[in-house]
Every structure is written in structure tokens, then in C-alpha cells.
């Protein structure tokens, strides 16, 4: 008479084992990084709700920035405001820029280039509906849109990097057509 | 024939999965050994399940609780019908566990045609589980198990057999010890959480404070990949299960995202937007690109791959709108899988290669979809329903999962690959998207 015996013993050890370790998550980068990784600038944390970099502006960064006088300094200030308070549009599932989006970018290439020592990222984002997964890619495309724009324009490559956040940081919340076309969208933000 | 008191050898229960063949149980697809549960107008079997009987003393309640849960398992299959226990005449306490010791003319009175009998011991933290699946018509046992281990881990034990009963009666092994990875979204962070599949026992895997999406699984069991904000820029990572370790694994300029592990290699296809724009490449488990797999002008992303690891479902929007398409990897053939609609995402393969699951935009509604993967045979899932996104499938071909809004805020719900018995999982504070279905060989932590 064989007992059809589910052995448990083997099997439930691995979970002794689980809890005999001190299981907390620890980030261990692999020595052998097999790819460039990309660099940040200055801000500590992503932000798309417009508050952007220009909030404190230390002695150090006005003199990367170039900008020694009071005045300069002030207009740099009024100038950042507006520069990151324009978003730049699109239509539903789509990444191409209309003219109104294009004349938005030409007041940006304007800041970019009377102020080439200021760097900025061009953030893209799309309305909660659909996928996760594609809306990432069409956010990555609505800021490349814009970059290949700015850059045609003579903007310093330099100056600009780019995030894709798809749908996961709305800046509007509700569930309606005036809502979803204000997270269509790139905004743009200075790093300093 | 039948051995008094023992455990039935694994060449009697086969001799007994053979006796399926010649039962006559009327009008029940139980003529056929396997049963097609896809059919929409299969008929359930009836089965009763009593609680279990204890043997000594102590934790009398796990007599409720056991035969609950192997109830819930049988009722999820979309198989069974599990009779009412009030209608049953007899104390399960008192009742017997074998084919000697029981009587079966009193269950065939009650309704039943199948009897699931389960009967425990438990000694300090240690549990002898028995478990035994009769045909009540024959007043034959089909498949009889005994479990043995700490007593906290009696769910496993009856979720493998309830995978015990679905392979004699179907031939395929049922899916019920395997659990569903997904993101739990509550304030500002998304984090990767493992759950049952039937909902219980959720489990936090990340605590990266940021926003982490699309969790894939290794087809070991042992790692979820996943994409997140948490260095700031979309990268991928990967989180090993049995430590509690992650590392990165593809930080590319540009998006990292959608990771989908080879099966049978250590490999993954991900979407990697370095060289201009979204397409799909294969990477080795260290993140150092192999090749491009798919290369074009628009967005390719979301990459599924066919269980024998040589094709990939995805998507593209290089007609000017997204759709599924599929890709044979040695040959680098491409070819457009869906032609109605203007927007059609999230490709999901059936453990099986029957199928492909897929998210479909229709009504201003996103739904549900099922396409063979030759292009024919469309199949809609859900329908008026809220928005119904992102399915994966079982490892047994079953069950879908996916997230609804049909009650409110995004949870995860899943219902049986013909699209009926549709039941929500998850019940979390927040929002839950984005599930990933686990192997079956599985790490618990």
C-alpha cells in the first residue's frame, strides 16, 4: 500500500527560508552597466503641474545662466514664468503640431535662444483614455514632436531632454472632453 | 479492486481518469473526457462539497473554511455547480472519506453527480490533509490526494487539488496556486502588488515611491520585471521574489517600458524609444540589446509573446492608427491582425497559441476581444460594461484577467475565456490596472 504522499516538507522550506531572510528591497545596480545611462539636471523630483525649477535661483545657478544683474535677473524670472506656463496642445491619438502648437514653440525657441545657457524638459503627456501602454508611447512622441521642432529652430540640442509620462500625471482630473484635452499635451520645464 | 483505507497509487488514478470515458452521466458533456468550457452553452456539473471533517479537535473552524475555498476554486472553472449545503442530509463530521465509508445513493439524492470529500488532522503547527473527488453516479473515486505541511499553508493544498480534479475530469490541470501581479495606484504612487488568483492574500512588491507599471513575470516564477519613474526617467527593472531585491535592467535615453519575458528563454522584449521613436526590442536578462525586433515610423509597443517564444503579438500605429499586429521573429515578417475599429491595443497570447486577447476601442468605450492568431474568428468579451483594458491570460487557458471600471474605479477582475462569469478580484483602496497572470511554478515569499 504506497502512500500517494505530497512531500510538503521540501516544499514549504523554501518558505522558511523566505522569512529567515531580511527581505527588504534593496536597489543593486549591476556592475557591468551595458548602456549609457541619462543624466539629470537639477530638479530633485519630475513635476508637470507647472511649478517648475524657477522658484529658488541660487548665486551659482545665475552664473551658469550668465545673468549678473538685478534687472536681467527679473526679467529672466517673468520671462520663466510664461515660458513654463504655455503648454503646447494636441488632438485625440495624435502627436503632430498644429499651428497653434507652433506658434507656442516659436515663443519658446524666442526664450531658448535670448537665454542659451537654460536648459529644459520637454515633458509629454496624453488624457487618461486608452491604454497605459500606448499612451506612454504617444507621450514620448509628443515630446519628441516638439524637440525635433525646437531643434530645427535652432535651439541648442543641449538645452532640451525629454520625459514621457503617457497618462499617469493629469494635470485635469475629470472625466470630459475639456478635462482630457487639457492633459493632450507637452509642457515644458526648466531645469536649473 | 479498490484498496481499503489507502492513498490511490498515481496508476490507479490514470486507470480511473480512463473510466471517465465509459460513464453515462445524462445529458453532460462528461461523455467526452475533455470538456470544452469555452462553449457558451456548456452545462455545469453538479457537485456537492461538504466541510471537511477533522480528525482531532483542534482548528474545527478550517472545516468551513477549506471546503469553501475548494468550492470557490471549482465554481470559478465555470465546470462545476456547487450544490447548496443546507440541501445536504448528512453531518460531514460524521460522514466518510472513502468509497467504502460512504454513501452514495444519499448524495445522488441530494442533486449531486460529483462529491469532493476532505478530511484533516492537525498537530501543533502541522497538517495532514486529505482530499478525495468521487463520481457519485459510479460510486468511483476520480483522484484522491494527502497534503502534508505547516497549517498556514492549507489554501495551497487545496488549490492543487482543485487543479487535481480539473486535469482528470479535462485533462488540463487547473490553474488555482497561481496569482495575478498588478499596480495598485493610491495618491501619488503606483507600486507592483501579487494577489491570488481569486483575489485573496494581496502582497506589496515594491515600495519605490513612485509610479510603476506593466509587471511581466519570468516564466520561472521567480521575477517580475516592471517599468518605473522611480530614477526619475522610465526605465525597467526587475524584482526578485525570493529575496526582495531589484535592479535595473534597461536604462536607455529615452522610454523604457512594457517588458515581456521570453518563455522558455532569459530574454525580453521591451519598448525602447533610444534610437528616435517607440519599437520593440529583444534584450538579454542583463538589459544588453540582442536585436531590433520591430522597426518602423510610428509607435511600436506592447509586446505578447506566442507560448512557443517565435512570434510576438504588438502593436503599431504605422497605419495611422493603433492595431495588433504579429511578428515572426526569424523571419521578421510582419503582418496586420486587426482591420475593424480605430484603435486596438494591449495583445495578450493564449498559454495555448489559440487565441489572442486583445483592448478594442468601440462606443468611446474600451472593451474587451478575442482574435485566432491567423486573423479570423473575432470575438467580443465584454460589452457596455465601463472600460475593460490590459488582459492576461491563466497558464491553464482559461481565465482572462483584465481591469474594469464597471463599478467605479479601475480593479481587476477575471472571467472565464468565453466571457462569462466575469467576478472582481480586487478590492484595494485606490485603483488596480495593469494585471500580469503568473506561471505555474511559483516562489512564494
Given at each position: 500500500m504506497r502512500r500517494d504522499l505530497f512531500n510538503g516538507t521540501r516544499f514549504f522550506l523554501v518558505v522558511l527560508l523566505i522569512f529567515a531572510v531580511n527581505a527588504c528591497a534593496k536597489k543593486t545596480i549591476p556592475t557591468k552597466q551595458e548602456f549609457p545611462t541619462e543624466s539629470t539636471i537639477g530638479t530633485t523630483e519630475p513635476t508637470s503641474t507647472g511649478a517648475g525649477g524657477i522658484g529658488g535661483i541660487n548665486d551659482g545657478q545665475w552664473r551658469e545662466l550668465g545673468l549678473n544683474s538685478a534687472a536681467e535677473r527679473q526679467e529672466f524670472m517673468k520671462r520663466a514664468q510664461t515660458f513654463e506656463n504655455d503648454d503646447v496642445y494636441f488632438a485625440y491619438d495624435a502627436y503632430v503640431l498644429s499651428d497653434e502648437a507652433r506658434s507656442v514653440l516659436n515663443k519658446k525657441v524666442e526664450f531658448l535662444k535670448r537665454y542659451p545657457k537654460a536648459k529644459v524638459t520637454i515633458e509629454g503627456h496624453s488624457d487618461q483614455r486608452g491604454t497605459n501602454e500606448y499612451n506612454l508611447a504617444l507621450g514620448e512622441r509628443r515630446a519628441t514632436s516638439a524637440y525635433h521642432y525646437l531643434l530645427n529652430s535652432?535651439?541648442?540640442?543641449?538645452?532640451?531632454?525629454?520625459?514621457?509620462?503617457?497618462?499617469?500625471?493629469?494635470?485635469?482630473?475629470?472625466?470630459?472632453?475639456?478635462?482630457?484635452?487639457?492633459?493632450?499635451?507637452d509642457h515644458f520645464v526648466l531645469n536649473l | 479492486m479498490f484498496m481499503h483505507r489507502s492513498r490511490f497509487p498515481i496508476f490507479l488514478l490514470l486507470g480511473l481518469g480512463l473510466l471517465c470515458l465509459v460513464w453515462t452521466v445524462p445529458a453532460r458533456a462528461a461523455e467526452r473526457v475533455y470538456i470544452d468550457i469555452t462553449q457558451p452553452f456548456f452545462q455545469r456539473l453538479p457537485v456537492a462539497i461538504p466541510d471537511f471533517k477533522y480528525l482531532t479537535?483542534?482548528?474545527?473552524?478550517?472545516?468551513?473554511?477549506?471546503?469553501?475555498?475548494?468550492?470557490?476554486?471549482?465554481?470559478?472553472?465555470?465546470?462545476?455547480?456547487p450544490l447548496d449545503p443546507a440541501g445536504f442530509l448528512e453531518d460531514p463530521q460524521k460522514t466518510g472519506l472513502t468509497v467504502t465509508d460512504l454513501n452514495f445513493p444519499v448524495w445522488r439524492r441530494t442533486g449531486a453527480d460529483f462529491l469532493a470529500r476532505g478530511?484533516?488532522?492537525v498537530a501543533d503547527?502541522?497538517?495532514?490533509?486529505?482530499?478525495?473527488?468521487?463520481?457519485?453516479?459510479?460510486?468511483?473515486?476520480?483522484?484522491?490526494?494527502?497534503?502534508?505541511?505547516?497549517?498556514?499553508?492549507?489554501?495551497?493544498?487545496?488549490?492543487?487539488?482543485?487543479?487535481?480534479?480539473?486535469?482528470?475530469?479535462?485533462?488540463?490541470?487547473?490553474?488555482?496556486?497561481?496569482r495575478i501581479a498588478f499596480v495598485q495606484a493610491s495618491g501619488n504612487s503606483k507600486e507592483i502588488y501579487v494577489v491570488d488568483f481569486d483575489g485573496s492574500h494581496p502582497v506589496q512588491i515594491t515600495s519605490d515611491n513612485s509610479i510603476n507599471l506593466s509587471p511581466s513575470w519570468s516564466p520561472d516564477g521567480r521575477k517580475i520585471a516592471y517599468m518605473s519613474y522611480r530614477e526619475k526617467f522610465p526605465k525597467i527593472f526587475t524584482a526578485n521574489l525570493q529575496d526582495g531585491t531589484s535592479r535595473l535592467l534597461c536604462g536607455y535615453p529615452g522610454l523604457n517600458a512594457t517588458p515581456a519575458w521570453r518563455p522558455g528563454r532569459d530574454e525580453l522584449?521591451?519598448?525602447?524609444?533610444?534610437?528616435?521613436?517607440?519599437?520593440?526590442y529583444l534584450v538579454s536578462s542583463s538589459g544588453a540589446v540582442i536585436q531590433k525586433l520591430v522597426n518602423g515610423p510610428g509607435n511600436d509597443t506592447s509586446p505578447s509573446w506566442s507560448p512557443d517564444g517565435r512570434k510576438l503579438a504588438y502593436v503599431s500605429d504605422e497605419s495611422g492608427s493603433p492595431q495588433v499586429y504579429v511578428l515572426d521573429v526569424g523571419s521578421g515578417q510582419k503582418r496586420r491582425l486587426t482591420f475593424s475599429g480605430s484603435y486596438n491595443t494591449s495583445p495578450s497570447w493564449s498559454p495555448k497559441g489559440d487565441w489572442i486577447a486583445y483592448c478594442g476601442r468601440g462606443d468611446g468605450r474600451l472593451d474587451?476581444?478575442?482574435?485566432?492568431?491567423?486573423?479570423?474568428?473575432?470575438?467580443?468579451?465584454?460589452?457596455?460594461?465601463?472600460?475593460?483594458?490590459?488582459?492576461?491570460?491563466?497558464?491553464?487557458?482559461?481565465?482572462?484577467?483584465?481591469?474594469?471600471?464597471?463599478e467605479g474605479a479601475s480593479a481587476i477582475w477575471v472571467m472565464l475565456a468565453s466571457?462569462?462569469?466575469?467576478?472582481?478580484?480586487?478590492?484595494?483602496?485606490?485603483?488596480?490596472?495593469?494585471?500580469?497572470?503568473?506561471?505555474?511554478?511559483?516562489?512564494?515569499?
Open positions: 535652432g535651439v541648442q540640442a543641449a538645452q532640451l531632454s525629454m520625459i514621457s509620462y503617457g497618462e499617469e500625471r493629469p494635470l485635469a482630473t475629470g472625466q470630459d472632453e475639456a478635462s482630457w484635452a487639457k492633459n493632450r499635451r | 479537535s483542534n482548528q474545527t473552524q478550517l472545516s468551513r473554511e477549506m471546503a469553501t475555498t475548494l468550492t470557490k476554486d471549482l465554481d470559478f472553472s465555470g465546470l462545476f455547480r478530511g484533516y488532522e503547527n502541522h497538517i495532514k490533509l486529505q482530499m478525495r473527488f468521487f463520481d457519485v453516479v459510479t460510486s468511483r473515486m476520480i483522484v484522491g490526494k494527502m497534503y502534508e505541511g505547516n497549517v498556514r499553508d492549507w489554501p495551497t493544498m487545496v488549490h492543487r487539488f482543485a487543479d487535481e480534479i480539473l486535469l482528470a475530469l479535462t485533462g488540463e490541470a487547473g490553474a488555482f496556486g497561481t522584449a521591451v519598448t525602447l524609444s533610444k534610437d528616435g521613436n517607440p519599437d520593440i474587451l476581444y478575442l482574435t485566432r492568431p491567423d486573423g479570423g474568428g473575432t470575438r467580443q468579451l465584454t460589452r457596455g460594461e465601463g472600460n475593460n483594458e490590459d488582459p492576461t491570460w491563466s497558464p491553464d487557458g482559461r481565465m482572462i484577467a483584465f481591469s474594469s471600471t464597471r466571457g462569462g462569469g466575469a467576478r472582481r478580484i480586487t478590492r484595494l483602496p485606490g485603483a488596480q490596472q495593469l494585471p500580469d497572470w503568473s506561471p505555474r511554478s511559483q516562489v512564494s515569499e
